[in-house]
């Protein structure tokens, strides 16, 4: 039983350039979280989606970050026109629903992608 | 309101030792409380969590002590190893609402032999 896969591992862009970030949450997962690790400091929420919709949203950047968890396919977190204050590690967690829909506690983390913005 | 204070921020402690970290929290609103465990390159892993229902659980080497009045919760490793040797975040969320937890900054352990 697959964990959550994350890809890149390793990512590095020249400013201005775009990211994309995908992750793949556990199996029977339909709650996909992001948070952000900058060196030094703890995680960071930065969105919270389901299947096609997103929850919450009230971590993300108002400008050139954006998030998807599409019907098919994994979860996307794309960063647009980087700059270097976005190099940090970039971590997707998932979680199962309970049977009331809503979720049980424990979130299941990736590995992280780290960027690094030159 | 949102923040959960961790500290401190690195412990060295001798093999067979006990670990000590602290947290405290403002938002009444939070009634669950986890500590994840992290290895460099890796993400965080669920190490015990607690509900305020209780003050004190134990897994294994591993305990959360809990304090509702004073809104303050630690984590003790006994007979600590360098196996431990990890970054330690406590976390606090609303039980069952969105999951969202609100780290703390971490505390980097070392276990020496």
């Known amino acids: 039983n697959a964990g959550v896969m994350q890809n890149p591992r390793h990512l590095v862009r020249r400013r201005g350039q775009e990211a994309r970030l995908r992750c793949s949450p556990m199996?029977?997962?339909?709650?996909v979280y992001w948070y952000r690790q900058l060196p030094e400091e703890g995680l960071k929420f930065m969105v919270y989606?389901?299947?096609?919709?997103?929850?919450?949203e009230s971590g993300m950047p108002k400008e050139r970050f954006s998030a998807e968890f599409p019907k098919e396919g994994p979860s996307i977190l794309r960063i647009q026109q980087v700059v270097r204050g976005d190099s940090a590690a970039y971590f997707c967690?998932?979680?199962?629903?309970?049977?009331?829909?809503?979720?049980?506690?424990?979130?299941?983390f990736g590995e992280g992608s780290r960027l690094t913005v030159l | 309101q949102q923040q959960v204070k961790q500290s401190p921020q690195s412990l060295i402690v001798q093999k067979g030792g006990i670990s000590i970290i602290n947290c405290a929290y403002e938002n009444t609103a939070f009634d669950y409380f986890p500590w994840y465990q992290q290895f460099p390159g890796k993400g965080p892993a669920l190490l015990i969590a607690i509900r305020p229902d209780v003050s004190e659980k134990k897994e294994g080497r591993f305990t959360i002590s809990f304090n509702k009045s004073a809104k303050q919760f630690s984590l003790h490793i006994m007979d600590s190893q360098p196996g431990d040797s990890a970054t330690y975040f406590c976390?606090?969320?609303?039980?069952?609402?969105?999951?969202?937890?609100?780290f703390g900054t971490g505390t980097l352990l070392a276990v020496q032999p």
């Open positions: 989606l389901q299947k096609e919709n997103i929850i919450d």
């Open positions: 199996k029977g997962h339909s709650h």
């Open positions: 967690a998932s979680s199962p629903p309970n049977k009331a829909g809503s979720n049980t506690g424990e979130l299941f």
């Open positions: 976390a606090a969320s609303p039980w069952g609402a969105t999951n969202k937890l609100i």
